[in-house]
Nanobody, 125 residues
Framework: QAQLVESGGGLGQAGGSLRLSCAAA????????MGWFRQIPGRDREFVAA????????LYGDSVKGRFTISRDNIKNTLYLQMNNLRPEDAAVYYC??????????????????WGQGTQVTVSS
């Protein structure tokens, strides 16, 4: 059974918006820092955003600050990424990820132990 399942990817327009969702198994969500990463073929996985369990603190990658918003619903065990003002360079496969329970916010993908299968985001200019 998959721990994390992303949805909501697809084709967006430059300047437009998309919203990604990640449905999580309870043990991979309830006490876990959650994050979004993205990857372009041939490049390393890039940190996008992270949110702690309480949702009080968040982190964002420099390239998405002010445009993307990470949030979570701890009742539905679901993570979200609202992407506004899309740019062509936002096109990538987006991955939902979770840290081991009890660990704090991190931008390092090696610190995340659960991963979704990824969802493709394409941006037309």
């Amino acid at each position: 059974q998959a721990q994390l399942v992303e949805s909501g990817g697809g084709l967006g327009q430059a300047g437009g918006s998309l919203r990604l969702s990640c449905a999580a198994a309870a043990h991979a969500f309830n006490r876990n820092v959650m994050g979004w990463f993205r990857q372009i073929p041939g490049r390393d996985r890039e940190f996008v955003a992270a949110i702690e369990q309480s949702a009080i603190r968040t982190l964002y990658g420099d390239s998405v600050k002010g445009r993307f918003t990470i949030s979570r619903d701890n009742i539905k065990n679901t993570l979200y990424l609202q992407m506004n003002n899309l740019r062509p360079e936002d096109a990538a496969v987006y991955y939902c990820a979770a840290r081991q329970a009890g660990f704090g916010l991190s931008t390092n993908h090696d610190h995340y132990v659960y991963w979704g299968q990824g969802t493709q985001v394409t941006v037309s200019s």
